[in-house]
């Protein structure tokens, strides 16, 4: 039974040839043939019924039949319409006769046994949304459209594409449902695709159930452009043949397609089958009639006029294809299914019944059902039959390529395969180099909601629209993105950093104060020429240590501060180059300690100027001060002082080699970590403590008048070095990596050299230039004129 659409001719042509082939061959079903009738399902919700009536009964009542005996058929072939198979089942299960489909196969069909009678060719298709899926990710394909025909199947893909795309990241653009109705067949219908939608979609999957109740109205034809990328299944194509579409809209289209072999032998069965070799075939007939300008006998029952020996090979394909379908094939195989179960059923009778008086064997139809169950055998096509649905492997796909330009050509080009059974990522295997794509495009169509997002920019969703429509956002600072489309950038370590592109972390350099830097042989030739400068000065000192103004200023502090200064300067020089353990841990004990050497010095210096302007009257107390130099004292009461709090800070946290990745971009510095910042604090306030006392006691007797007074000098001097170290502190804080170190190189340089230069370059002005003050008589006289006059 088959419904009689083009393509029906074509599962006609094909059921006959196996018929003939299976009656040929001597070892299946020997002595046996087979023979075959055919009914046509109508498309009428009120006439569907009519042809099993008539085929269970062999009665007709119906105009223009002719009734007929009881049929003696074994088993019936539906059409390709399981919506078919769904309504005529009821009637046929009574009879418990056996009903094979050859269309696509349905599980509503198999669900809740429903038709125990009923068997499917086909195999599972249920891979299809998958391959179709698979396709649209080969060519980055992410935003789409669906047409899908109503029904039970059409849902169904729909939910298994829906499930697919959203695994895979594909964005369903619109869904367009095509309704099913008897407008729908008699072409009241017509369905506008025009792209609406923004961004355009260049890519449509069409779903098309062709074993609906009704046909589609291919009048669609008219309204698609040719831009467009059409996905499909095979039955769209096999209904397609015979229409006439204009713009050759499907040129370029992909077709999925059980995979099966052709046929051996059937094109040259098409060559030879005609009207005349089969004058009961009404199909052959009426094909002629319509394709070869044959006309009719008078008495309408036969074929006259038509071209000797054509064929419906010479036809175009968009008239009649040879291509074996999926329908076709499954009616092969189905033919030979039911062979082989006769066979074996015949082969079983005759084992255990006697044959008597050479009597025929007679069995009824539903004893088929067992050896129909367990069916299992490859076709000479090289094709698996396997009747239990239960047993049904998922069917493997041929991806055809769709060659319609010019209009008319119609060829199938196979492109590719897709198995579902295959390992994940080489399921889909596709030769690129054949495909011809649709009208006007030149190279591989794009179709996406949003361009990708480049590496360095990241995804950020839009509003209220699809997953696939974004915004391309750059990566923050220190973050890449180094694939296309993410939606995360990823923050580089600290010890790498983000190149302009923000696509690639780069490792970062190290780096730290070098000899080498300009700023470090600025700042390591600063503190050598003051070294030098300060040695030379304690050389002049020296040479000249029995002159009034060397004497006059107590000639072991001013040595002590002179070689004091010398370790500053040369303290400094423990901050560049590459820190180590023993650097970090020498650079703050020994700037603590030789500065600390430095104020008390200063501190012991004021304090002697002040006691030698106080000591009046021989005897006093403070005079024995002078005499036994107490002052000097001060200096090893502050360094001890200075050394405990040193001892303590290495003790409990001292500093340690540390990096610094953040300062400098692209830069790892090294530097040292202070360990205890409280420590710290602690060294350097008692330094700041020692500096005020000694800037305060050098304040109030900077006025006592004598020859050779120093009290100004030093009260310039601290203050100096308070000035530097207290501009030091906000400016360090706010400085990073190896301006920090060379803040701090350069406040030592700074007030090492206040202290040097306030103190120390007045009396060598006197020492070198002007000799003739540093005499004990010019020293006498101002020390005279120095005093008051007594009332």
């Known amino acids: 039974m088959s419904s009689l659409m083009p393509m029906t001719y074509l599962n006609v042509l094909s059921f006959m040839f196996a018929i003939e082939e299976i009656n040929r061959n001597v070892q299946l079903l020997p002595?046996?043939?087979?023979?075959?009738?055919?009914?046509?399902?109508?498309?009428?919700?009120?006439?569907?019924?009519?042809?099993?009536?008539?085929?269970?009964?062999?009665?007709?009542?119906?105009?223009?039949?002719?009734?007929?005996?009881?049929?003696?058929?074994?088993?019936?072939?539906?059409?390709?319409?399981?919506?078919t198979a769904a309504q005529v089942g009821p009637l046929l299960e009574l009879y418990k006769f056996p009903q094979i489909t050859f269309g696509s196969f349905d599980p509503l069909l198999t669900e809740n046994g429903q038709f125990p009678s009923l068997y499917q060719m086909a195999s599972k298709d249920t891979s299809l949304a998958l391959g179709m899926v698979s396709l649209l990710l080969h060519f980055s394909w992410t935003w789409v459209g669906l047409v899908i025909t109503e029904g039970q199947k059409g849902l169904q893909f729909l939910s298994d594409v829906r499930v697919e795309m959203d695994r895979s990241r594909i964005c369903v653009s619109f869904v367009k449902m095509l309704q099913i109705t008897l407008g729908a067949f008699y072409g009241t219908l017509q369905y506008d695709f025009q792209a609406r939608e923004t961004p355009p979609v260049n890519v449509v999957i069409v779903y098309y159930d062709s074993e609906s109740l009704s046909d589609v109205n291919f009048n669609i034809g008219g309204y698609l452009v040719t831009w467009r990328v059409w996905v499909t299944n095979s039955q769209w194509l096999a209904d397609m043949t015979g229409r006439n579409f204009i713009l050759d809209s499907f040129h370029g289209m992909f077709i999925f397609s059980n995979h099966h072999e052709e046929i051996s032998g059937f094109k040259n069965f098409i060559q030879t089958a005609n009207p005349f070799k089969y004058p009961e075939n009404n199909f052959l007939s009426l094909y002629w009639f319509k394709n070869f300008q044959c006309s009719l006998s008078d008495s309408?029952?036969?074929?006259?006029?038509?071209?000797?020996?054509?064929?419906l090979a010479w036809l175009p394909a968009n008239r009649f294809d040879t291509a074996t379908s999926d329908?076709?094939?499954?009616?092969?195989?189905?033919?030979?299914?039911?062979?082989?179960?006769?066979?074996?059923?015949l082969q079983q009778q005759v084992?255990?019944?006697?044959?008597?008086?050479?009597?025929?064997?007679?069995?009824?139809t539903w004893q088929l059902h067992p050896f129909l169950k367990n069916m299992h055998f490859i076709t000479t096509t090289g094709d698996q039959v396997n009747l239990d649905d239960k047993r049904k492997?998922?069917?493997?796909?041929?991806?055809?390529?769709?060659?319609?330009?010019?209009?008319?050509?119609?060829?199938?080009?196979?492109?590719?395969?897709?198995?579902?059974?295959?390992?994940?990522?080489?399921?889909?295997?596709?030769?690129?180099?054949?495909?011809?794509?649709?009208?006007?495009?030149?190279?591989?169509?794009?179709?996406?909601?949003?361009?990708?997002?480049?590496?360095?920019?990241?995804?950020?969703?839009?509003?209220?629209?699809?997953?696939?429509?974004?915004?391309?956002?750059?990566?923050?600072?220190?973050?890449?993105?180094?694939?296309?489309?993410?939606?995360?950038?990823?923050?580089?370590?600290?010890?790498?950093?983000?190149?302009?592109?923000?696509n690639e972390c780069i490792q970062k350099s190290i780096i730290f104060m070098t000899y080498e830097d300009p700023l470090g042989k600025v700042l390591a030739g600063t503190a050598f020429s003051f070294t030098i400068l300060t040695a030379a000065i304690l050389a002049l000192f020296v040479k000249h240590r029995d002159t009034p103004i060397v004497k006059a200023n107590n000639r072991a502090l001013s040595y002590t501060l002179l070689i004091s200064l010398s370790f500053c300067?040369?303290?400094?020089?423990?901050?560049?180059?590459?820190?180590?353990?023993?650097?970090?841990?020498?650079?703050?004990?020994?700037?603590?300690?030789?500065?600390?050497?430095?104020?008390?010095?200063?501190?012991?210096?004021?304090?002697?100027?002040?006691?030698?302007?106080?000591?009046?009257?021989?005897?006093?107390?403070?005079?024995?001060?002078?005499?036994?130099?107490?002052?000097?004292?001060?200096?090893?009461?502050?360094?001890?002082?200075?050394?405990?709090?040193?001892?303590?800070?290495?003790?409990?946290?001292?500093?340690?080699?540390?990096?610094?990745?953040?300062?400098?971009?692209?830069?790892?510095?090294?530097?040292?970590?202070?360990?205890?910042?409280?420590?710290?604090?602690?060294?350097?306030?008692?330094?700041?403590?020692?500096?005020?006392?000694?800037f305060t006691v050098a304040f109030l007797a900077r006025n006592l008048p004598d020859t050779f007074n120093e009290a100004k000098f030093l009260t310039f001097s601290m203050l100096v070095f308070c000035s530097v170290w207290v501009t030091f502190l906000p400016v360090?804080?706010?400085?990073?990596?190896?301006?920090?170190?060379?803040?701090?190189?350069?406040?030592?340089?700074?007030?090492?050299?206040?202290?040097?230069?306030c103190i120390f370059v007045p009396k060598c002005y006197i020492i070198l230039l002007q000799p003739g003050k540093n005499t004990w008589h010019d020293f006498k006289d101002k020390k005279h004129s120095g005093r008051k006059k007594p009332s």
């Open 31 to 83: 002595n046996t043939s087979l023979g075959y009738e055919f009914h046509n399902f109508l498309h009428s919700h009120w006439w569907i019924m009519e042809s099993p009536i008539t085929f269970l009964t062999g009665k007709n009542e119906i105009p223009n039949y002719t009734c007929g005996r009881g049929s003696k058929a074994t088993a019936i072939l539906m059409g390709t319409s399981g919506a």
């Open 300 to 311: 309408g029952c036969s074929l006259r006029n038509c071209p000797p020996n054509v064929s």
């Open 327 to 345: 329908a076709s094939s499954n009616v092969y195989n189905a033919v030979y299914a039911v062979a082989h179960a006769l066979h074996e059923m």
């Open 351 to 364: 084992q255990t019944q006697s044959m008597k008086n050479g009597d025929d064997i007679v069995f009824s």
């Open 393 to 502: 492997l998922e069917t493997e796909y041929d991806i055809f390529n769709f060659w319609n330009f010019p209009e008319g050509l119609r060829i199938r080009m196979k492109v590719g395969e897709f198995s579902p059974h295959a390992l994940h990522g080489q399921r889909l295997s596709l030769s690129d180099h054949l495909i011809q794509w649709a009208t006007e495009i030149t190279e591989t169509p794009h179709s996406v909601c949003s361009e990708s997002c480049n590496p360095g920019f990241r995804r950020t969703p839009q509003e209220g629209k699809a997953a696939c429509c974004f915004d391309c956002k750059p990566c923050l600072e220190n973050e890449i993105a180094n694939f296309t489309d993410v939606e995360q950038c990823i923050k580089c370590p600290d010890h790498q950093y983000a190149n302009s592109q923000k």
């Open 569 to 694: 300067f040369l303290c400094s020089l423990l901050f560049i180059g590459r820190p180590n353990t023993a650097t970090c841990i020498l650079q703050q004990t020994t700037f603590g300690l030789v500065f600390t050497v430095a104020v008390s010095t200063v501190l012991a210096k004021t304090v002697t100027v002040v006691l030698a302007f106080k000591v009046t009257v021989p005897g006093k107390r403070m005079r024995q001060l002078l005499i036994s130099r107490a002052p000097n004292f001060i200096i090893p009461i502050c360094f001890l002082i200075q050394l405990t709090l040193c001892a303590v800070w290495m003790g409990t946290n001292p500093p340690y080699i540390d990096t610094d990745a953040h300062s400098e971009h692209g830069h790892i510095i090294i530097v040292c970590n202070k360990g205890s910042l409280t420590a710290f604090y602690c060294v350097l306030g008692y330094l700041g403590s020692l500096a005020l006392v000694s």
């Open 732 to 757: 360090y804080h706010s400085s990073k990596g190896k301006a920090m170190v060379a803040m701090e190189v350069f406040s030592i340089l700074a007030s090492s050299a206040g202290l040097l230069g």
